[in-house]
C-alpha cells in the first residue's frame, strides 16, 4: 500500500507545472497575437528571447519546473517504492513545494530576484534535506 500523504505534495507539485504552463500558454498566445508575431519567427528559446518580453517570466519558470523539483519527483518515487513511511519526509515534501509554489509566483508575477531567489533556496535546502533523509533511512534499513 502506498504512502498516500506523499502523494498529495507530489500531485501539488505536478498541478503548479501545469498551471505554469497554462499561464505561459496563455501569455505567449496573446503576445504573438497583440503583436503580430508569426508563431515561425520563435521557433526557438533563443529566437523568442527578446521578441516575446511579456511571456518570458512565465515561460522560464515553466522550463525552472523542469530542474531541481525532477530530483523531488525521484525521491518521492523512490520513498513510495521502498514503502518508506517517514512524516519528517511529509513535512519536508510539503516545504519544497510550499517553496516552489512562491517562487513561481513571485516569478511569473512581479519578478523581483532577491525574493524569488530566497524561495529558490528554501525549496533547495528543503530537497536536501529530503534526500539526506531519505540517505539517512535507507543506511539505517
Given at each position: 500500500?502506498?504512502?498516500?500523504?506523499?502523494?498529495?505534495?507530489?500531485?501539488?507539485?505536478?498541478?503548479?507545472?501545469?498551471?505554469?504552463?497554462?499561464i505561459?500558454?496563455?501569455?505567449?498566445?496573446?503576445?504573438?497575437?497583440?503583436?503580430?508575431?508569426?508563431?515561425?519567427?520563435v521557433?526557438?528559446r533563443?529566437?523568442?528571447?527578446?521578441v516575446?518580453p511579456?511571456s518570458?517570466?512565465?515561460s522560464?519558470n515553466?522550463?525552472?519546473?523542469?530542474e531541481?523539483p525532477i530530483?523531488?519527483?525521484?525521491?518521492?518515487?523512490?520513498?513510495?517504492?521502498?514503502?518508506?513511511?517517514d512524516?519528517?519526509?511529509?513535512?519536508?515534501?510539503?516545504?519544497?513545494v510550499?517553496?516552489?509554489?512562491?517562487?513561481?509566483?513571485?516569478h511569473?508575477?512581479?519578478?523581483?530576484?532577491?525574493?524569488?531567489?530566497?524561495?529558490f533556496?528554501?525549496?533547495?535546502?528543503?530537497?536536501?534535506a529530503?534526500?539526506v533523509?531519505?540517505?539517512?533511512?535507507?543506511?539505517?534499513?
Amino acid at each position: 500500500m502506498y504512502f498516500k500523504p506523499l502523494l498529495i505534495p507530489l500531485l501539488a507539485q505536478v498541478a503548479l507545472t501545469f498551471t505554469v504552463m497554462l499561464i505561459m500558454y496563455r501569455r505567449r498566445v496573446n503576445e504573438m497575437q497583440s503583436k503580430r508575431i508569426n508563431p515561425q519567427r520563435v521557433k526557438s528559446r533563443s529566437d523568442a528571447h527578446g521578441v516575446l518580453p511579456d511571456s518570458e517570466s512565465a515561460s522560464d519558470n515553466y522550463s525552472n519546473l523542469a530542474e531541481s523539483p525532477i530530483l523531488f519527483y525521484v525521491a518521492i518515487l523512490l520513498t513510495l517504492t521502498l514503502m518508506v513511511q517517514d512524516s519528517i519526509l511529509v513535512i519536508l515534501a510539503w516545504a519544497f513545494v510550499a517553496a516552489r509554489y512562491v517562487h513561481s509566483f513571485i516569478h511569473i508575477t512581479y519578478n523581483r530576484v532577491m525574493h524569488r531567489f530566497a524561495a529558490f533556496i528554501v525549496s533547495s535546502f528543503m530537497l536536501l534535506a529530503i534526500w539526506v533523509r531519505l540517505g539517512w533511512i535507507i543506511i539505517q534499513s
